[in-house]
């Protein structure tokens, strides 16, 4: 049973810092690129970074030098440490495994974190 449980989100003042986290079962961890999306309501949901074993990449612009990630494979986790937050960071964050050449994920989604940030 593959299961993907998203944490670390909460309420945060634009300029803050959150760390979200991905505990994921049920496959090879090691295996995998692992990612992490975020959905605001009424939008598509959209890829934001990829965790690969030796590279994290910044797909989204507007995240590129205030998000970064990490996997600790041991813990079967993936982590994504959001700096410098502003409000249109204001989504459900999601990670999930990914087919390196497609970008396509692989497993069902878990319910996602909700990040907020407002004043």
Known sequence: QV????????LVQPGGSLRLSCAASGFTFSNYAMSWYRQIPGKEREL???IYTSAFLAHEDSIKGRFTGSRD???N???LQMNNLKPE???VYY????RSGSRAT???WGQGTQVTVSS
């Open 3 to 10: 299961q993907l449980v998203e944490s670390g989100g909460g």
């Open 48 to 50: 934001v970074a990829s």
């Open 73 to 75: 494979n041991a813990k």
């Open 77 to 79: 986790t993936v982590y």
């Open 89 to 91: 960071d204001t989504a």
């Open 95 to 98: 990670c999930n495994a990914m």
């Open 106 to 108: 692989i497993f069902p």
